[in-house]
T-cell receptor
Framework: AQSVTQLGSHVSVSEGALVLLRCNYS??????LFWYVQYPNQGLQLLLK??????LVKGINGFEAEFKKSETSFHLTKPSAHMSDAAEYFC?????????????FGTGTRLLVSP | NAGVTQTPKFQVLKTGQSMTLQCAQD?????MYWYRQDPGMGLRLIYY???????DKGEVPNGYNVSRLNKREFSLRLESAAPSQTSVYFC?????????????FGDGTRLSIL
């Protein structure tokens, strides 16, 4: 079965600093990978996704992620943090190549941004 | 611009009571899902519906039932609520069963069982 590991349940950065949220996955087949963001008292919103093709994926709000097959990683980055980026971030992998899409989620990383 | 709408937003139940969580989407999506979110555990799939007329168990189906009423609506029922079912419940939908299709989420139902 596929799984996702997010290193660090909390990450703190200063406004303007680099944001790096780590995600590693395990999969026996080429994965489809997603990053979602959750603001307080809201549902999850898609930030970006990797399916096939270019390994550097750009998403909304200046975020991007790079798929590295050799490292089984899909880390999320943003060059300069903004206060509005404070939220919880979830990495997810699509389970299986046939049949129905089921997403397996990581346990989430809460991003704290200080002035 | 509604997307996925969940009702109610909050609910408190006593152990043994029953209730139904409602979910509706207006994006003409074929597939719908129910998740629960617990601290430190991410989201876990309870049930899903690949298309109208079909439902299947996910990772944690015990204690729940679902109904895909029509293409728009997918409800989750707790027949006899237990404190372990205290959680935040999210409904989601996607265009189809494709593995590259993103899921769109509602704002959740916060359920407490005393």
């Amino acid at each position: 079965a596929q799984s996702v590991t997010q290193l660090g349940s909390h990450v703190s950065v200063s406004e303007g600093a680099l944001v790096l949220l780590r995600c590693n996955y395990s999969s026996s087949v080429p994965p489809y990978l997603f990053w979602y963001v959750q603001y307080p008292n809201q549902g999850l919103q898609l930030l970006l996704k990797y399916t096939t093709g270019a390994t550097l994926v750009k998403g909304i709000n200046g975020f991007e992620a790079e798929f590295k097959k050799s490292e089984t990683s899909f880390h999320l980055t943003k060059p300069s943090a903004h206060m509005s980026d404070a939220a919880e971030y979830f990495c997810a992998v699509s389970e299986g190549r046939t049949g129905f899409q089921k997403l397996v989620f990581g346990t989430g990383t809460r991003l704290l941004v200080s002035p | 611009n509604a997307g996925v709408t969940q009702t109610p937003k909050f609910q408190v139940l006593k152990t043994g009571q029953s209730m139904t969580l409602q979910c509706a989407q207006d994006m003409n999506h074929n597939s719908m899902y129910w998740y629960r979110q617990d601290p430190g555990m991410g989201l876990r799939l309870i049930y899903y519906s690949a298309s109208e007329g079909t439902t299947d168990k996910g990772e944690v189906p015990n204690g729940y039932n679902v109904s895909r009423l029509n293409k728009r609506e997918f409800s989750l029922r707790l027949e006899s609520a237990a404190p372990s079912q205290t959680s935040v419940y999210f409904c989601a939908s996607s265009w189809d069963r494709g593995h590259n299709q993103p899921q769109h989420f509602g704002d959740g139902t916060r359920l407490s069982i005393l």
